[in-house]
């Protein structure tokens, strides 16, 4: 919502930098933050079942991708449509994550797994029901 962070007079990132420059930002955050959960997961002995914590953090760069592919198309048009959907994206890849991470710890794997798809499930639905009519009308 950059333009209504201009209108607000609000100096947020894509307002002082661009789009694009916002983007590059937020994807090599991303990065980071699954190196440094890779890095851990290699040199810890916390995480019982440490290819399962690989595999949540691949599946997690996965769904980053397709993120960052709908954010950067977005950029030329960015319409309201296409924001929520990529703000569903990241909503539910920092859902997936956290439980990946609780998952790989905690060694709860069938109870994690259930309360990571009903978390998902509800967030995604609520978002989708909710603030798509809410926003977008």
Known sequence: DVTGDQAAGCRTTPVRYGMRAALRISLALSGLYLSIAAV???T???FPHPTLAYLGIVFTGVIIVRLYFVLFRSIAA???ERM???HEIFVG???FFASVLI???LDLSLFTLSVLLVCL???LLAQHLLRRRYELT
Do not use: D, F
Request: aromatic content about 0%; hydrophobic content about 50%.
């Open 44 to 46: 810890t002995t916390v």
């Open 121 to 123: 499930i509800l967030t």
């Open 40 to 42: 851990l997961v290699m």
């Open 78 to 80: 960015p319409s309201p």
């Open 93 to 95: 890849e920092r859902i």
């Open 84 to 86: 929520l959907t990529a």
């Open 103 to 105: 998952m790989g710890v």
